[in-house]
Protein backbone atom coordinates (compact mmCIF):
# COMPACT_ATOMS: atom_id res chain seq x y z
CA UNK A 1 0.00 0.00 0.00
CA UNK A 2 1.41 3.58 -1.01
CA UNK A 3 1.55 6.15 1.81
CA UNK A 4 -0.62 8.75 2.16
CA UNK A 5 1.93 10.97 1.06
CA UNK A 6 2.75 9.52 -1.87
CA UNK A 7 3.50 11.27 -4.80
CA UNK A 8 1.22 10.93 -7.35
CA UNK A 9 3.03 11.84 -10.48
CA UNK A 10 0.28 11.58 -13.01
CA UNK A 11 -2.04 13.90 -11.19
CA UNK A 12 0.06 16.76 -11.41
CA UNK A 13 -0.72 17.25 -15.38
CA UNK A 14 -3.16 19.42 -16.93
CA UNK A 15 -5.57 18.70 -18.98
CA UNK A 16 -4.49 18.88 -22.63
CA UNK A 17 -7.06 20.56 -24.84
CA UNK A 18 -7.88 18.37 -27.75
CA UNK A 19 -6.04 18.99 -31.37
CA UNK A 20 -8.44 20.82 -33.06
CA UNK A 21 -8.72 19.36 -36.13
CA UNK A 22 -8.77 15.53 -34.94
CA UNK A 23 -11.44 16.86 -32.64
CA UNK A 24 -13.24 18.20 -36.11
CA UNK A 25 -13.31 14.79 -37.58
CA UNK A 26 -15.37 12.93 -34.51
CA UNK A 27 -17.89 15.87 -34.47
CA UNK A 28 -18.77 15.45 -38.12
CA UNK A 29 -18.76 11.66 -37.94
CA UNK A 30 -21.51 12.32 -34.78
CA UNK A 31 -23.99 14.16 -36.76
CA UNK A 32 -26.52 12.40 -37.60
CA UNK A 33 -27.43 14.76 -40.30
CA UNK A 34 -27.19 13.32 -43.47
CA UNK A 35 -27.10 16.94 -45.93
CA UNK A 36 -24.00 18.21 -43.54
CA UNK A 37 -20.65 18.86 -45.27
CA UNK A 38 -17.13 17.63 -43.95
CA UNK A 39 -14.43 20.25 -44.64
CA UNK A 40 -12.26 19.67 -41.63
CA UNK A 41 -9.45 17.60 -42.13
CA UNK A 42 -7.37 17.50 -45.03
CA UNK A 43 -8.50 14.12 -46.75
CA UNK A 44 -9.14 13.93 -50.42
CA UNK A 45 -12.83 13.14 -51.14
CA UNK A 46 -13.82 11.57 -54.90
CA UNK A 47 -17.29 12.47 -55.90
CA UNK A 48 -18.94 9.73 -53.90
CA UNK A 49 -17.46 11.34 -50.97
CA UNK A 50 -15.34 8.37 -49.91
CA UNK A 51 -11.49 8.54 -49.76
CA UNK A 52 -10.15 5.90 -52.04
CA UNK A 53 -7.57 3.74 -51.94
CA UNK A 54 -5.41 4.52 -54.86
CA UNK A 55 -5.63 1.22 -57.84
CA UNK A 56 -1.51 1.18 -57.72
CA UNK A 57 -1.41 1.20 -54.05
CA UNK A 58 -3.97 -1.66 -54.06
CA UNK A 59 -2.18 -3.77 -56.43
CA UNK A 60 1.34 -3.21 -54.62
CA UNK A 61 -0.12 -4.27 -51.36
CA UNK A 62 -1.32 -7.47 -53.16
CA UNK A 63 2.10 -7.83 -54.49
CA UNK A 64 3.70 -7.16 -51.18
CA UNK A 65 2.05 -9.13 -48.98
CA UNK A 66 3.05 -12.20 -51.83
CA UNK A 67 6.38 -11.25 -52.17
CA UNK A 68 7.83 -10.34 -48.66
CA UNK A 69 10.12 -13.02 -47.29
CA UNK A 70 10.64 -11.20 -43.70
CA UNK A 71 9.71 -8.78 -41.50
CA UNK A 72 13.17 -8.31 -39.78
CA UNK A 73 14.18 -4.76 -38.92
CA UNK A 74 15.49 -2.62 -41.74
CA UNK A 75 17.45 0.17 -40.00
CA UNK A 76 16.89 3.29 -38.70
CA UNK A 77 16.96 5.04 -42.11
CA UNK A 78 13.93 2.73 -43.07
CA UNK A 79 13.74 1.35 -46.69
CA UNK A 80 17.07 2.69 -48.58
CA UNK A 81 15.17 1.79 -52.51
CA UNK A 82 12.22 4.10 -50.94
CA UNK A 83 14.74 7.20 -50.35
CA UNK A 84 16.59 6.94 -53.56
CA UNK A 85 13.01 6.42 -55.77
CA UNK A 86 11.66 9.46 -53.37
CA UNK A 87 14.57 11.52 -53.92
CA UNK A 88 14.05 12.71 -57.65
CA UNK A 89 10.44 13.23 -57.41
CA UNK A 90 11.32 15.96 -54.79
CA UNK A 91 14.69 17.61 -56.12
CA UNK A 92 14.39 16.40 -60.11
CA UNK A 93 17.20 14.56 -61.53
CA UNK A 94 20.27 17.33 -60.57
CA UNK A 95 18.70 17.00 -56.95
CA UNK A 96 18.63 13.69 -56.70
CA UNK A 97 22.36 13.16 -58.16
CA UNK A 98 23.79 16.06 -55.37
CA UNK A 99 25.59 13.41 -52.81
CA UNK A 100 24.97 17.02 -50.24
CA UNK A 101 21.60 15.71 -49.60
CA UNK A 102 21.10 12.73 -47.55
CA UNK A 103 17.39 11.05 -46.70
CA UNK A 104 15.80 8.93 -44.10
CA UNK A 105 12.48 7.40 -44.16
CA UNK A 106 10.09 9.30 -41.50
CA UNK A 107 6.36 7.92 -40.02
CA UNK A 108 4.86 10.52 -41.97
CA UNK A 109 5.57 14.31 -42.54
CA UNK A 110 5.22 14.68 -39.27
CA UNK A 111 7.99 12.60 -38.30
CA UNK A 112 10.27 14.49 -40.74
CA UNK A 113 9.48 17.56 -39.16
CA UNK A 114 10.19 16.50 -35.36
CA UNK A 115 13.09 14.75 -36.51
CA UNK A 116 14.11 18.00 -38.78
CA UNK A 117 13.71 20.08 -35.74
CA UNK A 118 15.78 17.20 -33.11
CA UNK A 119 18.31 17.87 -35.87
CA UNK A 120 18.69 22.06 -35.41
CA UNK A 121 18.48 21.25 -31.89
CA UNK A 122 21.24 18.90 -31.82
CA UNK A 123 23.33 21.37 -33.79
CA UNK A 124 23.04 24.45 -32.07
CA UNK A 125 20.28 25.57 -29.85
CA UNK A 126 19.85 29.10 -29.72
CA UNK A 127 19.06 28.33 -33.77
CA UNK A 128 15.44 29.99 -34.41
CA UNK A 129 12.67 28.74 -36.99
CA UNK A 130 11.15 31.58 -38.46
CA UNK A 131 7.19 30.52 -39.24
CA UNK A 132 4.62 32.50 -41.59
CA UNK A 133 1.75 32.97 -40.18
CA UNK A 134 -1.07 31.12 -40.27
CA UNK A 135 0.55 27.80 -40.70
CA UNK A 136 -0.42 24.38 -40.07
CA UNK A 137 -1.25 24.01 -35.99
CA UNK A 138 0.80 21.33 -35.54
CA UNK A 139 3.84 22.95 -36.74
CA UNK A 140 4.68 24.87 -33.58
CA UNK A 141 3.91 21.99 -31.61
CA UNK A 142 5.94 19.51 -33.49
CA UNK A 143 8.95 21.90 -33.76
CA UNK A 144 9.18 23.34 -30.32
CA UNK A 145 8.56 19.92 -28.75
CA UNK A 146 12.72 19.37 -29.80
CA UNK A 147 12.97 22.78 -27.86
CA UNK A 148 13.39 24.97 -30.95
CA UNK A 149 12.19 28.10 -30.65
CA UNK A 150 10.00 29.13 -33.37
CA UNK A 151 9.59 32.76 -34.05
CA UNK A 152 6.24 34.26 -36.19
CA UNK A 153 5.98 36.71 -38.97
CA UNK A 154 3.35 37.85 -41.25
CA UNK A 155 2.39 35.83 -44.42
CA UNK A 156 -1.14 36.05 -45.77
CA UNK A 157 -4.20 38.64 -44.41
CA UNK A 158 -7.40 36.32 -44.85
CA UNK A 159 -9.22 39.73 -45.38
CA UNK A 160 -7.41 40.81 -48.44
CA UNK A 161 -6.69 37.53 -49.00
CA UNK A 162 -3.28 38.09 -50.24
CA UNK A 163 0.22 37.14 -49.44
CA UNK A 164 1.94 39.41 -47.10
CA UNK A 165 5.42 38.81 -49.20
CA UNK A 166 6.78 42.43 -47.82
CA UNK A 167 6.50 41.24 -44.51
CA UNK A 168 7.93 37.67 -44.91
CA UNK A 169 10.94 39.35 -46.54
CA UNK A 170 11.36 41.84 -43.59
CA UNK A 171 11.76 38.88 -41.24
CA UNK A 172 13.95 36.99 -43.19
CA UNK A 173 15.94 40.66 -43.53
CA UNK A 174 15.95 40.73 -39.49
CA UNK A 175 16.67 36.96 -38.96
CA UNK A 176 20.17 35.84 -37.50
CA UNK A 177 22.50 33.93 -39.92
CA UNK A 178 22.32 30.24 -38.87
CA UNK A 179 18.23 30.20 -38.33
CA UNK A 180 15.88 28.74 -40.42
CA UNK A 181 12.59 29.58 -42.26
CA UNK A 182 9.97 27.01 -42.63
CA UNK A 183 8.12 27.24 -46.09
CA UNK A 184 5.13 25.57 -47.36
CA UNK A 185 6.85 24.08 -50.74
CA UNK A 186 3.22 24.05 -52.06
CA UNK A 187 -0.54 23.77 -51.49
CA UNK A 188 -0.13 25.90 -48.35
CA UNK A 189 -2.36 24.28 -45.44
CA UNK A 190 -4.06 26.90 -44.40
CA UNK A 191 -4.34 29.14 -47.10
CA UNK A 192 -3.61 27.70 -50.29
CA UNK A 193 -2.06 30.84 -51.28
CA UNK A 194 1.27 29.60 -52.66
CA UNK A 195 4.18 32.41 -53.49
CA UNK A 196 4.38 32.48 -57.15
CA UNK A 197 7.80 31.98 -59.06
CA UNK A 198 9.79 35.68 -58.62
CA UNK A 199 8.93 35.48 -54.85
CA UNK A 200 10.64 32.18 -54.43
CA UNK A 201 13.45 33.10 -56.76
CA UNK A 202 13.68 36.35 -54.56
CA UNK A 203 13.50 34.14 -51.07
CA UNK A 204 16.13 31.70 -52.80
CA UNK A 205 18.38 34.97 -53.24
CA UNK A 206 17.76 36.38 -49.56
CA UNK A 207 18.67 32.69 -47.89
CA UNK A 208 21.34 32.27 -49.80
CA UNK A 209 22.78 35.80 -49.10
CA UNK A 210 21.80 35.79 -45.22
CA UNK A 211 22.77 32.50 -44.74
CA UNK A 212 19.19 31.39 -43.67
CA UNK A 213 18.81 27.83 -43.85
CA UNK A 214 15.41 26.62 -45.72
CA UNK A 215 12.95 24.24 -43.65
CA UNK A 216 10.41 22.81 -46.48
CA UNK A 217 7.53 21.00 -45.74
CA UNK A 218 6.93 19.63 -48.83
CA UNK A 219 3.54 17.14 -47.75
CA UNK A 220 0.99 17.52 -50.99
CA UNK A 221 3.81 17.34 -53.76
CA UNK A 222 1.22 16.35 -56.64
CA UNK A 223 -2.19 18.17 -55.44
CA UNK A 224 -1.47 21.48 -56.42
CA UNK A 225 -0.22 21.85 -60.33
CA UNK A 226 1.51 18.75 -60.83
CA UNK A 227 4.56 16.64 -59.33
CA UNK A 228 6.90 19.38 -61.26
CA UNK A 229 5.22 22.62 -60.77
CA UNK A 230 4.90 21.56 -56.92
CA UNK A 231 8.32 20.64 -56.08
CA UNK A 232 9.95 24.14 -58.46
CA UNK A 233 10.43 26.48 -55.27
CA UNK A 234 11.88 23.64 -53.10
CA UNK A 235 14.54 23.17 -55.74
CA UNK A 236 15.01 26.50 -55.67
CA UNK A 237 15.51 27.34 -52.78
CA UNK A 238 17.46 23.76 -51.81
CA UNK A 239 19.95 25.04 -54.91
CA UNK A 240 20.22 28.46 -53.47
CA UNK A 241 21.43 27.34 -50.31
CA UNK A 242 24.27 25.86 -48.52
CA UNK A 243 22.04 24.09 -46.34
CA UNK A 244 18.54 22.70 -46.17
CA UNK A 245 15.66 20.30 -44.98
CA UNK A 246 13.13 19.29 -46.56
CA UNK A 247 9.71 16.97 -44.79
CA UNK A 248 8.36 14.95 -47.80
CA UNK A 249 5.49 13.40 -46.69
CA UNK A 250 3.63 10.11 -49.76
CA UNK A 251 0.06 10.09 -47.26
CA UNK A 252 -2.10 12.36 -49.36
CA UNK A 253 -0.55 11.84 -52.79
CA UNK A 254 -0.20 8.29 -52.29
CA UNK A 255 -3.56 8.25 -50.26
CA UNK A 256 -1.73 6.44 -47.51
CA UNK A 257 -2.81 8.33 -44.89
CA UNK A 258 -2.68 5.95 -42.38
CA UNK A 259 0.40 4.39 -42.91
CA UNK A 260 2.65 7.31 -41.91
CA UNK A 261 4.90 6.82 -44.82
CA UNK A 262 7.63 10.32 -45.48
CA UNK A 263 10.86 11.34 -45.64
CA UNK A 264 13.26 13.83 -44.40
CA UNK A 265 16.34 15.04 -46.21
CA UNK A 266 18.74 17.05 -45.40
CA UNK A 267 21.73 18.90 -47.61
CA UNK A 268 24.67 19.58 -46.11
CA UNK A 269 27.44 22.16 -47.23
CA UNK A 270 29.71 19.24 -48.45
CA UNK A 271 29.52 15.23 -48.96
CA UNK A 272 31.31 14.61 -45.30
CA UNK A 273 28.78 17.09 -43.27
CA UNK A 274 25.97 15.40 -45.11
CA UNK A 275 27.19 12.12 -43.87
CA UNK A 276 27.66 13.57 -40.28
CA UNK A 277 23.94 14.72 -40.31
CA UNK A 278 22.77 11.14 -41.51
CA UNK A 279 24.38 9.99 -38.75
CA UNK A 280 22.46 12.47 -36.09
CA UNK A 281 19.31 11.82 -38.22
CA UNK A 282 19.61 7.93 -37.39
CA UNK A 283 21.08 8.41 -33.81
CA UNK A 284 17.63 10.39 -33.14
CA UNK A 285 15.72 8.24 -34.87
CA UNK A 286 16.48 5.85 -32.92
CA UNK A 287 15.53 7.48 -29.49
CA UNK A 288 11.96 8.24 -30.96
CA UNK A 289 10.70 5.18 -33.33
CA UNK A 290 13.96 3.36 -33.76
CA UNK A 291 12.51 2.10 -37.08
CA UNK A 292 9.93 3.87 -39.01
CA UNK A 293 7.06 1.60 -39.93
CA UNK A 294 7.76 -0.69 -43.06
CA UNK A 295 4.20 -1.18 -45.01
CA UNK A 296 3.47 2.44 -46.59
CA UNK A 297 7.53 2.94 -48.05
CA UNK A 298 7.18 -0.88 -49.21
CA UNK A 299 4.11 -0.35 -51.07
CA UNK A 300 5.27 3.36 -52.62
CA UNK A 301 8.39 1.49 -53.46
CA UNK A 302 6.85 -1.14 -55.25
CA UNK A 303 4.94 1.65 -57.04
CA UNK A 304 7.50 3.47 -58.12
CA UNK A 305 9.88 0.58 -59.37
CA UNK A 306 6.95 -0.31 -61.35
CA UNK A 307 6.64 1.21 -64.61
CA UNK A 308 3.19 0.40 -65.53
CA UNK A 309 1.46 1.15 -62.00
CA UNK A 310 3.85 4.19 -61.28
CA UNK A 311 1.76 5.27 -64.81
CA UNK A 312 -1.73 4.15 -63.20
CA UNK A 313 -0.62 6.16 -60.02
CA UNK A 314 0.67 9.57 -61.81
CA UNK A 315 -2.76 9.20 -63.77
CA UNK A 316 -4.59 8.83 -60.43
CA UNK A 317 -3.26 11.67 -58.75
CA UNK A 318 -3.55 13.52 -61.94
CA UNK A 319 -7.38 13.02 -61.74
CA UNK A 320 -6.94 14.09 -58.02
CA UNK A 321 -5.53 16.96 -59.07
CA UNK A 322 -8.14 18.08 -61.21
CA UNK A 323 -10.81 17.34 -59.24
CA UNK A 324 -9.75 19.87 -56.63
CA UNK A 325 -9.12 22.43 -59.41
CA UNK A 326 -12.40 21.84 -60.93
CA UNK A 327 -13.95 22.55 -57.21
CA UNK A 328 -11.94 25.57 -57.53
CA UNK A 329 -13.13 26.93 -60.22
CA UNK A 330 -16.85 25.93 -59.50
CA UNK A 331 -16.58 27.68 -55.99
CA UNK A 332 -14.86 30.80 -58.08
CA UNK A 333 -17.80 30.93 -60.01
CA UNK A 334 -20.46 30.98 -57.89
CA UNK A 335 -19.54 34.21 -55.91
CA UNK A 336 -17.20 36.86 -57.13
CA UNK A 337 -16.08 37.08 -53.39
CA UNK A 338 -15.03 33.62 -54.06
CA UNK A 339 -13.21 34.32 -56.94
CA UNK A 340 -9.38 34.09 -55.17
CA UNK A 341 -9.83 30.44 -54.03
CA UNK A 342 -9.50 29.58 -58.06
CA UNK A 343 -6.09 31.18 -57.78
CA UNK A 344 -5.31 28.97 -54.63
CA UNK A 345 -3.53 25.64 -54.37
CA UNK A 346 -4.46 22.21 -52.96
CA UNK A 347 -6.49 20.90 -50.30
CA UNK A 348 -7.35 24.18 -48.86
CA UNK A 349 -8.01 27.68 -48.61
CA UNK A 350 -9.28 30.36 -45.73
CA UNK A 351 -12.57 31.92 -45.50
CA UNK A 352 -12.83 35.38 -43.88
CA UNK A 353 -15.12 34.01 -41.33
CA UNK A 354 -15.04 34.88 -37.78
CA UNK A 355 -15.15 32.05 -35.04
CA UNK A 356 -18.45 32.38 -34.45
CA UNK A 357 -19.71 32.18 -37.88
CA UNK A 358 -17.77 28.80 -38.03
CA UNK A 359 -20.10 27.63 -34.83
CA UNK A 360 -22.98 29.09 -36.37
CA UNK A 361 -22.66 27.81 -40.07
CA UNK A 362 -21.59 24.22 -38.09
CA UNK A 363 -25.17 24.42 -36.14
CA UNK A 364 -26.74 25.57 -38.38
CA UNK A 365 -26.51 23.90 -41.86
CA UNK A 366 -23.85 21.22 -40.57
CA UNK A 367 -20.78 22.89 -42.18
CA UNK A 368 -17.37 21.46 -40.58
CA UNK A 369 -14.36 23.47 -41.06
CA UNK A 370 -11.55 24.62 -38.85
CA UNK A 371 -12.18 27.43 -36.66
CA UNK A 372 -9.89 29.90 -38.40
CA UNK A 373 -11.75 29.45 -41.54
CA UNK A 374 -9.97 27.07 -42.86
CA UNK A 375 -11.94 24.55 -44.95
CA UNK A 376 -11.05 21.19 -47.61
CA UNK A 377 -11.84 22.11 -50.96
CA UNK A 378 -12.30 18.84 -51.79
CA UNK A 379 -14.30 18.00 -49.02
CA UNK A 380 -16.87 19.47 -50.99
CA UNK A 381 -18.76 16.97 -53.75
CA UNK A 382 -21.08 17.59 -56.79
CA UNK A 383 -23.86 18.39 -55.29
CA UNK A 384 -23.56 20.12 -52.12
CA UNK A 385 -20.32 22.37 -53.64
CA UNK A 386 -23.71 25.18 -54.49
CA UNK A 387 -24.88 24.86 -50.72
CA UNK A 388 -21.77 25.20 -49.47
CA UNK A 389 -20.98 28.58 -50.91
CA UNK A 390 -24.01 30.09 -50.25
CA UNK A 391 -23.87 29.40 -47.21
CA UNK A 392 -20.42 30.56 -46.65
CA UNK A 393 -21.14 34.15 -48.73
CA UNK A 394 -23.84 34.96 -46.45
CA UNK A 395 -21.67 34.70 -43.50
CA UNK A 396 -18.14 36.47 -44.89
CA UNK A 397 -16.62 38.92 -43.06
CA UNK A 398 -15.87 41.34 -46.18
C1 LIG B 1 -4.72 18.69 -41.97
O1 LIG B 1 -4.13 19.76 -41.81
O2 LIG B 1 -5.96 18.60 -41.97
C2 LIG B 1 -3.92 17.45 -42.19
O3 LIG B 1 -2.58 17.76 -42.34
C3 LIG B 1 -4.17 16.41 -41.17
C4 LIG B 1 -3.51 16.70 -39.87
O4 LIG B 1 -2.74 15.86 -39.41
O5 LIG B 1 -3.77 17.75 -39.27
Not at 238 to 256: P, T
Not at 327 to 336: N, S
Request: proline share 5%; glycine share 10%; net charge negative.
Amino acid sequence: MAEASAVKLFDRLDEQPSDSLLQLIALANADPRPEKIDVGVGVYRDATGGTPIPRAVKKAEAILIETQQTKAYLGSQGDIRFIELIKPIVFGEAGAADDRIVGIQTPGGCGALRLGAELIEAADRQARVLVGQPTWPNHGPLIECAGVEMVGHPYYDAKSRTILFDEMMGAIGKARSGDLILLHGCCHNPTGADLNPDQWRAIADAVAKRGIIPFVDLAYQGLGNGFEADAAGTRLVVEAADQALVAQSCDKNFGIYRERTGSLFVKGSNRRTAEIILGHLQSRARTMWSMPPDHGAAVVRIILDDAELRADWNAEVTEMCARIRNLRARLAGYDERLAYIEGQNGMFSMLPLSPQAVLDLRASHGIYMAGSGRFNVVGLSDENVGRFAAAVVEKMDG
